[in-house]
Nanobody, 124 residues
Framework: QVQLVESGGGLVQAGDSLRLSCAASGRTLSRYTMGWFRQAPGNVREFVAAITLSGSTYYAESVKGRFTISRDNGKDTVYLQMDSLKPEDTAVYYC??????????????????WGQGTQVTVSS
């Protein structure tokens, strides 16, 4: 079991930055690929970014060049640095954990554990 808690969301203006954090408890996240997904009202949960045990990163085309995912295994924490935010980035952001090579980093259904989400709102 892994418990995940997201934090760092808020209300910002277009062009601003936020850093989201996902803190793990229970089983250490060092055993898992970690991902960030987001979901707006009426939408499906969509892939944003992921990072593997070795530090390889993956990004959705919509955020590539603006968002950076990183992890600190010593703190059992994964981060999402979001720069140049746009109104279309507005959503609830979720942190997920997935066993390596047990599916794809892009599919929410392949992640075993989720946090409660943190709201990010970007005004124009």
């Amino acid at each position: 079991q892994v418990q995940l808690v997201e934090s760092g969301g808020g209300l910002v203006q277009a062009g601003d930055s936020l850093r989201l954090s996902c803190a793990a408890s229970g089983r250490t996240l060092s055993r898992y690929t970690m991902g960030w997904f987001r979901q707006a009202p009426g939408n499906v949960r969509e892939f944003v970014a992921a990072i593997t045990l070795s530090g390889s990163t993956y990004y959705a085309e919509s955020v590539k060049g603006r968002f950076t995912i990183s992890r600190d295994n010593g703190k059992d924490t994964v981060y999402l640095q979001m720069d140049s935010l746009k109104p279309e980035d507005t959503a609830v952001y979720y942190c997920g954990a997935r066993t390596p090579n047990r599916g794809t980093v892009y599919a929410a259904s392949h992640y075993s554990y989720w946090g409660q989400g943190t709201q990010v709102t970007v005004s124009s």
